[in-house]
């Protein structure tokens, strides 16, 4: 479980095990297009300001990840207990 700002809206969201970052945003009627679901288009991609994201997707270079500065949403998720998204 970790908690996901979205700063542009100013909400706090809770992400637990069982959902994704993507279902909890569109839950809270924050629209992120998406498709695959599978971490494997790209399509779902947000920016990210703050926190380290757990990267689980198939697309991003390594250098990519290492930045940390976009997420794939329908599958990545957090190592640190808050991810601040610019949404
Ligand atoms: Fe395809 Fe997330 S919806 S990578």
Known sequence: T???E???TGVTLTVPQDRSV?????D????V???CE?????TCEVPVLEGEVDHRDS???SAERAANSTMMCCVSRAKSPRLVLDL
């Open 2 to 4: 970790f908690e996901v």
């Open 38 to 42: 599978q971490g494997i288009c790209g």
């Open 33 to 35: 297009p998406c498709s």
């Open 22 to 26: 993507l279902q909890v945003l569109q």
């Open 59 to 61: 697309i991003l270079s």
């Open 28 to 31: 809270a009627g924050i629209e």
């Open 6 to 8: 979205c700063a542009q």
